[in-house]
Every structure is written in structure tokens, then in C-alpha cells.
């Protein structure tokens, strides 16, 4: 995922703010082991990132600490709003 991101943002299409996420989940957790990948999404009007994480506690403390880092990294109080996907299983 991030190196879709690094992809998109080669022919100039990213954001900072974009970018400023997808670099604090990247970095908060180098051993992925609780967020896995990042990049952004949706492009266009400043697009979204999607995360992709493990669906437990400490994926969603780790989370709040991107979502506290960006807000102090950037300047922008109105921290990243959290949107959550349907789990995925596999049928047996």
C-alpha cells in the first residue's frame, strides 16, 4: 500500500495532508504490527487513506496516536475521521 501511495504521489497527485498520514502510519508502527499499509484513496478533492489494520484494541490505540500526531504535525485541530470497514472472512 505504500508504495501505491509513492506511486500516486510521483505523477503529482497527492496532498499534504494525504501524504502527512500516510507518513505517520508508516512510521508509528514500523514493525506492522497493528497497521499494515496505508495510502490514499479517492482522489481528486484531497481524496481519503485507507488503513489497513488489524481489527483489535491496540490497532485502534495506535490509530488515535496517528490520528493525535497528525493534529500536531499539521496544525489541523479537526483530527482525520475514523470510518470502519465490515470484517472479511473467508467461507469453509
Not at 500516510?22 to 479517492?42: C, E, M, S, Y
Not at 481524496?47 to 504535525?73: H, M, N, W, Y
Request: proline share 3%; with cysteine; charged share 20%.
Amino acid at each position: 500500500m505504500f508504495a501505491s501511495h509513492e506511486s500516486y504521489n510521483s505523477i503529482k497527485l497527492g496532498s499534504t495532508e494525504t501524504d502527512a498520514i500516510v507518513a505517520i502510519v508508516h512510521d508509528v508502527d514500523p514493525q506492522r504490527n497493528h497497521l499494515f499499509g496505508a495510502k490514499i484513496t479517492g482522489g481528486g478533492c484531497g481524496g481519503a487513506v485507507c488503513v489497513l489494520a488489524s481489527d483489535t484494541p491496540e490497532a485502534q490505540a495506535v490509530i488515535e496516536r496517528v490520528r493525535e500526531l497528525f493534529a500536531t504535525k499539521t496544525g489541523i485541530t479537526d483530527k482525520p475521521r475514523v470510518l470502519h470497514a465490515a470484517k472479511a472472512t473467508l467461507a469453509r
